[in-house]
């Protein structure tokens, strides 16, 4: 399958709605992510973006899910919003903001392993560096969460959860470079292999690792 893009989300917001044209600065950005050619697996969508957080804004959500039975299971969830203010903000040290946040099951044994979160923070910082994404002013939170289930309440025993929650600033107006390496993070928190590397199922026939 062919890369889908994120095509048709090319609307864009400002506090007190699309009422005119945005700057050029952020209307490029929105341009770049729509650009975007993203892995099969992920689906990815617009949604209502924050208003009052910044003059302008743009918002994704990005979701993977995995067949099971007649139903889709998902492994993991995540948003991605782009703040712009044309002034300039004095604890961004600059005028577009992204800000990602995903939550995703992973492994039980995960939330034991003191390193986790720094493995986990390191997909981020790695993703952005490989992509050649312009960011500066980093920041997050990485969070464990162990969950066990008791009476008729549907769904596994035992869960474990990982969040990951993130900001930085764009130096620039590529920001499909920036959504690429949010969605990167995502399919290593839902434990999809790398792009174009194929798993062996169970009978020994090839999966789509993309």
């Not at 973006?49 to 994704?60: E, G, I, N, S, V």
């Not at 969830?77 to 203010?85: E, P, S």
């Not at 035992?158 to 930085?168: F, G, K, M, P, Q």
Request: proline share 7%; net charge negative.
């Amino acid at each position: 399958m062919e890369p889908r893009s994120t095509a048709g989300t090319r609307e864009v917001t400002g506090a007190h709605g699309p009422a005119e044209p945005p700057p050029a600065e952020f209307a490029a950005g929105v341009a770049a992510l729509t650009a975007l050619r993203v892995r099969p697996k992920i689906v990815v969508e617009q949604i209502p973006a924050p208003q009052r957080l910044a003059p302008y804004a743009h918002a994704l959500a990005a979701r993977i899910t995995e067949g099971d039975g007649d139903d889709e299971v998902e492994l993991a969830v995540a948003r991605f919003i782009v703040l712009h203010d044309p002034a300039g903000h004095e604890s961004w040290n600059g005028t577009t903001r992204c800000v990602g946040y995903l939550s995703a099951a992973t492994d039980e044994h995960m939330v034991d392993d003191a390193m986790f979160s720094e493995v986990a923070w390191s997909w981020l910082t790695e993703a952005l560096a490989s992509s050649g994404a312009a960011a500066h002013t980093l920041g997050g939170t990485v969070t464990r969460t162990a969950s066990t289930r008791f009476g008729d309440l549907a769904g596994p025993e035992h869960t474990v959860d990982v969040e990951l929650r993130a900001s930085w600033t764009a130096g620039d107006t590529a920001l499909d470079r920036h959504l690429d390496a949010w969605l990167e993070v995502l399919g290593n928190a839902a434990g999809l292999p790398p792009p174009g590397v194929s798993l062996l199922g169970p009978s020994g026939t090839v999966g789509d690792g993309n």
